[in-house]
């Protein structure tokens, strides 16, 4: 009899066993396919063509749908910068390396009729000094964003979308954005730029729109 119970006690215990093993297999592979990821910082990084393969990119949520902006719909109206639930808006402009000329003369870069081609204050289109240029060999320059001095105005991006190859554009950097229901962004966006992706593609990358 206690054989009996030992075996049946153990077979349920098992079992117990089993079923949670699935359980939290399921619940890992649906997790893993939820996971948000936010852009690369490495210098060079093109606009991140796997994140899952990439080493350098950080899980930052576990969300269904997050927002997102059209770059082929975005008029660059400044309102990111200005509506963003957040002090420093989660709007960030971003480089798609591939599409830029890596002009000398970038208009993203320098204000219309700068007095220099250099690196002062004054000639910059960018008002918080987000943007570094890097010299590559003549006459080429390669642009790179610190994400952390961008408010998202978007004045860049409408130098580099009028001028230039359109290479710059804004996007919303899951790695700070608090995923509100209701973005109050998206509520004064002109454009309807503003959307709701699937979280396992989180951004619309120009290159990749393409
Ligand atoms: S509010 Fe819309 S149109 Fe204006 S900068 Fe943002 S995404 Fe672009
Ligand atoms: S969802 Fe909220 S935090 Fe994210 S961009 Fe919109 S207002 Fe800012
Ligand atoms: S010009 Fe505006 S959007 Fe462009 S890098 Fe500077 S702060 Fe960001």
């Given at each position: 009899m206690s054989i009996f119970f030992n075996r049946r006690s153990f077979l349920r215990t098992c079992g117990r066993s089993a079923i949670l093993?699935?359980?939290?297999?399921?619940?890992?592979?649906?997790?893993?396919?939820?996971?948000?990821?936010?852009?690369?910082?490495?210098?060079?990084?093109?606009?991140?063509?796997?994140?899952?393969?990439?080493?350098h990119t950080r899980k930052v949520s576990n969300e269904t749908f997050v927002w997102q902006i059209n770059p082929n719909k975005c008029v660059q109206c400044g309102q990111c910068a200005t509506h963003c639930v957040l002090n420093l808006s989660a709007v960030k402009c971003v480089?798609?390396?591939?599409?830029?000329?890596?002009?000398?003369?970038?208009?993203g870069y320098f204000q219309p009729g700068a007095n220099a081609l250099n690196e002062g204050a004054e000639n910059q289109v960018c008002p918080t000094g987000a943007i570094k240029?890097?010299?590559?060999?003549?006459?080429?320059?390669?642009?790179?964003?610190?994400?952390?001095?961008?408010?998202?105005?978007?004045?860049?991006?409408?130098?580099?979308?009028?001028?230039?190859?359109?290479?710059?554009?804004?996007?919303?950097?899951?790695?700070?954005?608090?995923?509100c229901n209701e973005c109050s962004?998206?509520?004064?966006?002109?454009?309807?730029?503003?959307?709701?992706?699937?979280?396992?593609?989180?951004?619309?990358?120009?290159?990749e729109l393409a």
């Open positions: 093993g699935c359980a939290s297999i399921i619940a890992g592979i649906l997790l893993t396919r939820r996971q948000i990821h936010a852009p690369c910082e490495k210098q060079s990084c093109s606009g991140c063509i796997s994140y899952r393969k990439c080493k480089h798609s390396y591939s599409m830029c000329g890596y002009c000398k003369l970038c208009f240029r890097k010299f590559i060999e003549d006459p080429y320059f390669e642009y790179h964003i610190e994400e952390e001095l961008c408010n998202g105005c978007g004045k860049c991006v409408k130098g580099c979308n009028t001028f230039g190859n359109g290479s710059l554009h804004l996007q919303v950097s899951h790695d700070l954005c608090v995923n962004i998206a509520k004064a966006c002109p454009t309807n730029a503003f959307v709701r992706v699937p979280a396992d593609k989180p951004y619309m990358f120009k290159h």
